[in-house]
């Protein structure tokens, strides 16, 4: 006999308001169904009575964790409609902030799922080192949460000190590398709740289009900042770590070493900074009429802004988002069917869902 | 020949790609949403969204349907009449939850499938968000 359990849209287990109803027999999960839009606010069409500097700070409150990422995409898609390209040293900056964000997000997200394993002196030790990438945050842009980082045509602060943000990334590198990343790959309580629970085999994250961590665990070895390389990326030197298993397990593996990875882009990012202006320094911004898209590789996968622009008009007269985790989401089903009642919490967390970000 | 190179043949059309704006765009036309879909399984492409516009006064709506191969980023636009396409979710699952949200937001119809509610609450109509009409 089976019974419904609805898990939401507010509850315990849950980062952020959205609703699971699960369908179970005895402990084990054999259906579900997800409802979003507890989020909802309208973005796409308050981003259309918003003039050119307003839709940027707009933009960069879609989502509270990769809000630099949401102004970066926004700026890339109006710089295609205005011909402005960023001079390189904002091309940098922008690699700069785009992997510290990357590294806030991991470690918050690693916070979150030791938590959810019961490993909550892991939740601590990752909460303490997102502190830290907070403060370089802060350090560069003055802001711990929405940066204001990016404009058309560039950016808005300099890194007048790339040793000291360098330091301070080795540091965290070095902590990273002597808790966060050996606990999470070696522990036998991370492997006990993690391996085998919540798989997502690679045909069906093809089939469900998923993106980022979740596809790169499935063994699809995809990665925009590799396959079509944006600001400074092109220029370096880093892995796109890839796990076969398609579990939760998997999922954390692939972060991990993103971790790592990240720390890697970091230090080139900051050794090789070139000199230089941080924008294009244009007074008036003109746009041409027509559509311009740009994509990103985020924390959590691919996000894509749409931006449709009339000449001499004051406001877009469209703005479309494509988040990653609207594209991840729905593979949740996947991953919890057949899985035991209790672990629902730790494989939904293990998307590293953003409701903000997919409710828009 | 590359791979992008064979596509407009396999859609039956002679218009070449376009790339402006970050996109290689390509007008399928005659050959319906549902038939592309098909090629570009074949080509184990990525789908990635659609976006929908509406046009101004009585001239419909356009739908950018868009596809990843191997790092590029593919624009195929329709034209839409009237309010009405075909779904293209029992051929590519990861268009289920974008085609719902447009029916929503412009309360466009994909044909040959249900909806569930996505982001409206009790009490919304389809349209009440992104729809000319609605917003005057």
Known sequence: MSYKIPMGPYHPALEEPYKLDLICEGETVRDAKLHIGFNFRGIEKLAETRNYIQVIALMERVCGICSNIHTLTLCMAMEKLTGLEPPPRAQYIRVIMAELERLHSHVLWAGIAAKLMGFKTMFMTCFELREKVMDVLQAISGNRVNYSMNRIGGVNRDIDDPQAVLKMVEALEKEMARTVIPIFTTSSTARSRCAGVGILSREKAISCGVVGPVARASGVPQDLRRAAPYAAYAEMDFDVPVQPDGDVRARLLVRALEIMESCKILRQALAKLPPGELNTGDEKIVFTTGTATSRVEAPRGEVMYSVSWKESARNPSRVHVRTPTFAVMPAIRWMVMGARLADTPLIQASIDPCYSCTDR | ?136
């Open chain 2, 1 to 136: 020949m590359t791979v992008l190179e064979t596509i407009p043949e396999k859609l039956g059309t002679t218009e070449p790609w376009v790339e402006t704006g970050g996109v290689q765009w390509l007008t399928p036309a005659p050959m319906s949403v549902r038939a592309l879909t098909e090629t570009m399984n074949d080509l184990k492409a990525r789908f990635i969204t659609v976006t929908a516009y509406q046009l101004p006064g009585e001239q419909g709506f356009r739908l950018e349907y868009h596809w990843d191969l191997d790092g590029q980023l593919l624009g195929f636009p329709f034209a839409l009449a009237g309010n009405s396409i075909d779904s293209i979710y029992d051929l590519c699952e990861a268009a289920d939850w974008i085609e719902r949200e447009i029916h929503e937001e412009f309360a466009i119809d994909f044909q040959g499938r249900e909806y569930e509610p996505l982001l409206l609450r009790a009490g919304d109509a389809p349209g009440v968000n992104l729809r000319e009409e609605a917003k005057k």
